[in-house]
C-alpha cells in the first residue's frame, strides 16, 4: 500500500501545485502585482534625501547673501537715527550699491573685509594699579571687534561732512579707503594694538 502511494500520481500534481503557488517565479507584470497588492511599483521606490541649499534657505550659497547677516543688521544699526530703521536699511542699501558700482563684485563680502580690516583685537582700559593709572588691555569677542570697526570706519567717515557729501558716499569711499588701504582707520588700530603691546605686563590687573 506503502509502494502504491510513492508511485501514484499525486506527486506530479503536487510539484504542479508547488510550482504555481511558487512566489520566485520572475514575472514582469510590475502594474499587475502592484494593483493586486496595493503596493508602488518599484520604480517608485526612494530614498528621502536632505533639502539641498537652494530648496532649503531659497537661495544659493555665494550668490546672495544670508538672509539674517549679523554684520549687516549691526552695521544697519549703527547707521540708524532717531529709531528710524527703514531709513537706515535705505542708506544701507545705497552704500552696498554703490561699493557694488565701484568694485564690480559683491558688496556684502567686501562690506564684511572692510570691518574685520577696521577692528581692532584688543580694548584698553584704564585702571588704578598701586598709586597710578595704567592701561590694562581687554580681548574683544566678535562682535565687539566688529562694533568697534563699524563705530571707528563711521567716524572716519564724517571728514567730508563739511563739504556737503551725502553720508552715504563718505561711507562707501570709506568702505573703499579701508579696502585700498588708505584709510586712516588703520592708524587707529596700529595705534591700540601698540600700547597693548606694552602694557601687557598689566594685563591681569584687577
Known sequence: MLARFARGPAIPSLG?????LSTTTPTHNFADLARITS???????????????VEARGYAPGT???RNDPILDLFTNMLMQHGKKAEAQRHAASILAMVQAATNSPPLP????????????????????????VMTPRGLTDRQR????????????E?????????????????LAVLDGSSDVFKRVEEVHKIAMLQRS???AR
Open 16 to 20: 504542479l501545485g508547488l510550482r504555481a
Open 110 to 133: 567686501q562690506l564684511h573685509r572692510a570691518i574685520e580690516l577696521s577692528s581692532p583685537s584688543v580694548r584698553l582700559l584704564s585702571m588704578r594699579k598701586r598709586a597710578k593709572t
Open 202 to 204: 598689566n594685563i591681569n
Open 64 to 66: 546672495m547673501a544670508l
Open 146 to 157: 566688529a562694533r568697534t570697526g563699524i563705530k571707528w570706519l563711521l567716524k572716519s567717515a
Open 39 to 53: 503596493s508602488p511599483l518599484p520604480s517608485s521606490f526612494s530614498v528621502a534625501l536632505p533639502p539641498t541649499d
Open 159 to 175: 571728514r567730508g561732512r563739511k563739504g556737503g557729501v551725502k553720508r552715504d558716499d563718505r561711507v562707501a569711499r570709506e568702505v
